[in-house]
């Protein structure tokens, strides 16, 4: 996707405090038609093999629980989809390459496998809802049941904590496989000793999480984010492998932690705050239902003391969840308007204030500051910097004369957006005396020194920047960061700035341990790219003489 036209820079530092309210999810849609009369109407031919799990429960009482996971599975089947074909299974050898051929590069394994098996070519993709059938679903409830009932922790567990992070029979769009048992028989007897024991641990689900660490035989992570292909999730066979990028190592987690009973979810930072990535990571709750987390295998320590409150001001923090949340999707789902996919199924649900020590309980932007003034309901995103792109991260629907963004963190560069036939594209102060738009407020911040504002009125217009903190700006000093860290002599680089799109200001090839350009615009948000090593670009600005990460 291409992102157009960016103008507006946010930079948060305001302070406030919140708290954690969890549900589970509504039965009923606007037409008073439950979700699974819904879901079963998408089954189509499929219906058949799901009514026989509704009937298998309903006949005892003692089963009442398992009809009810069996009706939540049901209702957010429709939701799930996953690619197929024999190339693809084929790549994922990849996986298996990296653990086994640890003198070859990622690279070079990433070459290898897509010149060995060739193209991988077009993929079938196929629908939960369609797919899955009775022996299926029940073997997974059945699973799911015995190690909630029969785990000493369990007792501890609730039945919506169960059915959201126990229960579900996949994480996202991995091959369905049968894998409770096969992961139950490999580890549960690393538990054993545990169990046997006297100790109040065994009841304490966190502990218990963290003594099942301590105990896996093989904890070593090859992490790498080169891929032959885009895989997505790759499913539990190959995750037990320990290689690829955190999103592999923590569904291992996942598959793991749920196969014994341990609840367990993923909170995931859609881009982060000042590096070129996203990130996710797993997340438990002991038996007072106090919240742990872990960048698996590492134990697991509490959310209060993680390294997000330190080291990364990411803006924006979700929680993955099995049900798809309906209240979100009503709310971003008006009057037919194209949804930026994220959104679209939003299987999510908003845990900034989880994390985020200090945070802006609410940012609200007036009619007066937007460049379009939008219709009411339509949809207005905040983006975060990824190389020359901007990703959304956050999202508000435009009424009674102002945006207003809920609980963000401060120190993040955005811009705000509407997203209009697949592309983003820019809001921003409205007005200028030519009448053309050459002079708009937006110029003020587009990296050009010979571009103005020149307001319709004779008085009332202005323009500014919020950088949350008095700054002096004094001068600029180019001090580059890529894979190493420095300036190479011999490599060739190329400097953008921003002015809507990014801007070249050049290529150059190092000849010592720093690189000089000039006549660049003051106060632009920069970008260097190293074209002969290094992935690590990252836009930058300056403030107070000081080269800073954004």
């Not at 996707?1 to 549900?23: D, E, P, Q």
């Not at 799901?50 to 209702?75: G, M, N, T, W």
């Not at 990535?277 to 106090?290: E, N, P, R, T």
Request: aromatic content about 16%; proline content about 5%; overall charge neutral.
């Amino acid at each position: 996707m291409k992102i157009r036209k960016v103008g507006y820079y946010i930079l948060f530092s305001w302070f406030v405090a919140g708290t954690l309210c969890l549900g589970l999810y509504p039965c009923k849609n606007k037409d008073t038609q439950t979700t699974l009369d819904i879901a079963m109407e998408k089954a189509g031919d499929n219906r058949q093999e799901l009514e026989k799990v509704l009937r298998h429960y309903q006949q005892s009482p003692a089963d009442s629980l398992k009809y009810k996971a069996a009706c939540f599975l049901i209702e957010n089947m429709p939701y799930y989809s996953y690619p197929v074909g024999k190339q693809l299974d084929n790549y994922k050898t990849y996986f298996n390459w990296l653990r086994h051929y640890r003198k070859k590069t990622p690279r070079q394994l990433s070459d290898s496998i897509r010149q060995f098996f060739g193209p991988i070519g077009e993929l079938e993709k196929k629908q939960d809802i369609h797919e899955i059938d009775s022996a299926y679903l029940c073997h997974n409830i059945e699973w799911a049941f015995k190690v909630w009932q029969e785990q000493p922790w369990g007792k501890h567990i609730s039945f919506a904590t169960f059915c959201e992070y126990i229960l579900p029979y996949r994480i996202e769009d991995e091959p369905l496989k049968y894998w409770r048992e096969e992961y139950y028989n490999k580890f549960d007897s690393l538990l054993i000793p545990l169990k046997n024991s006297n100790s109040p641990d065994k009841e304490n689900p966190v502990a218990v999480a963290n003594y099942l660490i301590q105990k896996l035989p093989h904890k070593y992570h090859r992490y790498t984010g080169i891929f032959p292909y885009s895989f997505g999730h790759v499913g539990p066979e190959h995750v037990q492998y320990l290689t690829g990028s955190c999103r592999e190592v923590t569904d291992f987690a996942v598959y793991l932690f749920r196969a014994l009973g341990i609840p367990c979810a993923i909170d995931f930072i859609p881009v982060r705050g000042n590096v070129n990535a996203s990130h996710l990571w797993v997340v438990c709750w002991d038996k007072d239902g106090k919240e742990y987390m872990t960048d698996f295998p590492r134990e697991l320590w509490p959310t209060e003391k993680n390294w997000w409150h330190e080291h990364d001001d990411s803006p924006k923090v979700y929680r993955s969840t099995f049900s798809l949340n309906r209240t979100l999707a009503e709310e971003t789902g008006n009057d037919g308007e194209e949804i930026y996919p994220f959104w679209s199924l939003p299987k999510f649900t908003d845990i900034t204030h989880v994390y985020g020590r200090h945070y802006l309980e609410q940012v609200r932007i007036p009619v007066s500051r937007l460049y379009n003034t939008p219709t009411k309901g339509k949809i207005a995103y905040l983006c975060l910097s990824y190389r020359k792109r901007w990703i959304p991260v956050d999202r508000t629907v435009y009424k009674r004369g102002q945006l207003i963004f809920n609980k963000l963190r401060k120190g993040s560069v955005m811009r705000i957006a509407t997203y209009e036939n697949k592309e983003l594209e820019v809001i921003g102060t409205p007005g200028c005396f030519q009448q053309d738009g050459s002079h708009e407020y937006t110029n003020v911040f587009d990296g050009k020194s010979w571009t103005s504002f020149d307001y319709k009125e004779s008085e009332g217009g202005w323009a500014g920047l919020d950088l949350g903190i008095p700054t002096q700006i004094d001068k600029i000093v180019y001090t580059p960061r890529n894979r190493d860290n420095y300036i190479r002599p011999g490599d060739t680089y190329e400097l953008f700035y921003c002015d809507k799109d990014w801007i070249s200001a050049g290529e150059m090839q190092a000849t010592s341990d720093s690189l000089h350009y000039q006549q660049l615009p003051q106060n632009a948000l920069l970008l260097l790219c190293n074209y002969t090593r290094g992935t690590q670009e990252r836009i930058f600005v300056y403030e107070n003489g000081s080269q800073i990460w954004k």
